[in-house]
């Protein structure tokens, strides 16, 4: 049973199953990130982001460790063609797992200075790369190798694999980290998380209108998120927002209606849809990963 659940609005009751429980699928880690689900092989890659190991879960629960060290990986994610691609805090980059299983370094620089230590990451349905670039790679200890910043900011980035061409979208923003488009890409949401160690700092949503495919504009806050601050979220087929936050899971409507909570016994961090119909929300939560079966999908791959 679901006894965990707080109930804002009567719509969360469309997107919960009744009696759905949460499963703990594995623990150990020093801090969960970044889930990526497989559907090849029923499978989730996430990151032990502060344990500097790459981790994988199957649904016959084994669970293994495919990367050690992983230069501080933290978000992940998949390009068109199935590859899975990340941020690298340590390295400071974006990388990309090649066929022969060998990690390759797409970008670490703008405009000739490195990147501050990209967190989180999503392509999108034209192969960009959009990923965001807070510093807790260089001023957390836990998080990367450390170093000076050569960014004046910390922006969200598109990135195109292909051309090689990166350029800031978002640059009005204190720690932007997790990020999501709406169903049909009309819509940039980017977290930021600056009141983790910066008191007073904003601990919201923002959401833009993109442009061309290329820009954003008009970037106004869509929700404040509480206790703690949002980190990963994700998006479902409906435009609802699953975000991380201290406590739960917390969901809301595309018009910013807060639906109620899904609590997780640890601080959650991150989350994505997964399993065999794509309804099934995998979250990293402090040391494990937990799973929800839903009543709604995602939208990503
Ligand atoms: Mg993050």
């Known amino acids: 049973m679901l006894e965990a659940i707080e109930i804002s609005d009567d719509r969360i009751s469309t997107l919960v199953r009744p009696g759905a429980s949460l499963q703990k699928l594995a623990t150990g880690a020093v801090q969960s990130e970044g889930p990526v689900y497989f559907h090849e092989d029923d499978s989730v890659v996430w990151s032990d982001a502060h344990g500097n190991r790459l981790l994988h879960w199957n649904s016959s629960n084994n669970v293994s460790v495919i990367r050690n060290p992983s230069d501080y990986q933290s978000g992940n994610y998949r390009d068109l063609e199935g590859r899975l691609v990340a941020c690298s805090s340590g390295l400071r980059a974006i990388i990309r797992r090649e066929d022969d299983g060998e990690w390759k370094t797409l970008v670490d620089r703008y405009q000739g200075k490195r990147l501050n230590s990209p967190n989180d990451l999503l392509v999108k349905s034209d192969n960009t790369i959009w990923f965001t670039d807070p510093p807790y790679g260089i001023t957390e200890p836990n998080q990367g190798y450390g170093g000076e910043q050569e960014q004046p900011g910390s922006y969200v980035y598109r990135f195109d694999p292909v ?36 008191p007073g700092g904003p601990h919201h949503i923002r959401v833009y209108d993109v442009v061309d495919n290329r820009y ?39 018009d910013g209606t807060k639906l109620g909570k899904i609590f997780i016994p640890e601080t959650s961090t991150n989350l994505t849809f997964g399993g065999k119909k794509h309804d099934r929300l995998f979250i990293t939560a402090g040391h494990s990963l937990y799973a929800i079966d839903l009543n709604t999908r995602g939208v990503q791959l």
């Open 163 to 198: 051309k090689g061409e990166i350029y800031p979208v978002v640059t009005d923003m204190v720690r932007p980290n997790g990020l999501a488009f709406s169903p049909d890409e009309s819509l940039l949401y980017v977290s930021d998380t600056a009141a983790f160690n910066i």
């Open 216 to 254: 954003v504009k008009n970037g106004r806050v869509f929700a404040v998120i509480e206790p703690g601050q949002p980190d990963g979220f994700r998006v479902d087929e409906h435009g609802n927002i699953f975000t991380s936050s201290e406590d739960s899971v917390q969901i809301y409507a595309p």
